[in-house]
C-alpha cells in the first residue's frame, strides 16, 4: 500500500536557521507530491506541489522541495525560517491509480523561536 | 471563484442530535471530498464523490451520510455521533478524480460532539 514518511515529528528552530524537512514516500509508480502547511487553528493550505518537470519545486513563502526520483524523496527546504513559519508540515501523495485519494504524511511540527 | 466553502465553521453537537456540514465550491470541479482531521494528525479520508455519484467510502461509520445532490454542493449528514467524532472536518475539491490536479481544501468545520 502507498504510503508517506515524515521522519521528524517536531522541529524547533531559531529565526534565520535553514530548514530541511524530510519526506519520503512508498510508491513505485508515477505520483504527484505536495507539501501542506497548517498554522495554528487554521485549515490546510498548499505550500507546493510536483507533477513532472523540473524537480526543484518552489512555493510560497519562499519555500522549495526537490523530488529525487530515486530516493522517494520530496524534502521540503527553506533557507532562512521565521517565527511566522510556526505551524504543521503535511507531506502528501497521490497516484494515477488511487482515483485522486491523496495520502498524507504524519506531519512535522515546525516551531520557530524568536 | 476560486474556493471550496464550508459551512459552518463551528458546530457543537449533543449525542442524540442530527445535523448537517455543506460544502460548496463553483469551479465547475467534477470531484469532492470529505476528509477527518484529529488535532495534531493528519487528515483521512472519508467521502469521494466523481460526477456527483459515491465513489469511495473509507468504512466510514453509517452515522455519517454523505450526499451530493448537485455538481457544486455536498452535504455530510451527522446523526447519533459519539465524542470521539469531535474534528475538523474538511472538504476538498478537484477538476476529476485523476491525479493530475491539486486538491482545492475548503477552510473545515470544527465539530464537538457533547
Known amino acids: 500500500a502507498q504510503s508517506v514518511s515524515q521522519h521528524n515529528h517536531h522541529v524547533i528552530l531559531s529565526e534565520a536557521a535553514s530548514l530541511e524537512l524530510g519526506c519520503n514516500y512508498s510508491?513505485?509508480?508515477?505520483?504527484?507530491l505536495f507539501w501542506y502547511v497548517q498554522y495554528p487553528g487554521q485549515h490546510l493550505q498548499l505550500l507546493l506541489k510536483?507533477?513532472?518537470?523540473?524537480?526543484l519545486v518552489k512555493g510560497i513563502k519562499g519555500f522549495e522541495a526537490e523530488f529525487i526520483k530515486s530516493k522517494f524523496s520530496f524534502n521540503l527546504r527553506k533557507p532562512s525560517v521565521q517565527w511566522s513559519d510556526t505551524a504543521e508540515y503535511f507531506c502528501?501523495?497521490?497516484?494515477?491509480?488511487?482515483?485522486?485519494?491523496?495520502?498524507f504524511g504524519q506531519g512535522t511540527e515546525l516551531s520557530v523561536k524568536p | 471563484d476560486t474556493e471550496v466553502t464550508q459551512t459552518p465553521k463551528h458546530l457543537v453537537m449533543g449525542m442524540t442530535n442530527k445535523k448537517s456540514l455543506k460544502c460548496e465550491q463553483h469551479?465547475?470541479?467534477?470531484?469532492m471530498y470529505w476528509y477527518k482531521q484529529k488535532a495534531k494528525k493528519p487528515p483521512e479520508l472519508m467521502f469521494v464523490?466523481?460526477?456527483?455519484?459515491?465513489?469511495i467510502n473509507e468504512s466510514v461509520p453509517s452515522r455519517f451520510s454523505p450526499e451530493c445532490p448537485n455538481s457544486s454542493l455536498l452535504n455530510l449528514h451527522l446523526h447519533a455521533l459519539q465524542p470521539e467524532d469531535s474534528a475538523l472536518y474538511l472538504c476538498?475539491?478537484?477538476?476529476?478524480?485523476?491525479?493530475?490536479?491539486?486538491?482545492?481544501f475548503g477552510s473545515g468545520t470544527r465539530l464537538t460532539v457533547v
Open positions: 510508491y513505485g509508480g508515477t505520483v504527484n
Open positions: 502528501a501523495v497521490n497516484s494515477y491509480n488511487q482515483g485522486g485519494k491523496l495520502i
Open positions: 476538498a475539491s478537484m477538476p476529476g478524480q485523476g491525479a493530475d490536479y491539486g486538491y482545492t
Open positions: 510536483y507533477f513532472s518537470g523540473d524537480p
Open positions: 469551479m465547475g470541479h467534477r470531484a
Open positions: 464523490y466523481s460526477y456527483e455519484k459515491l465513489s
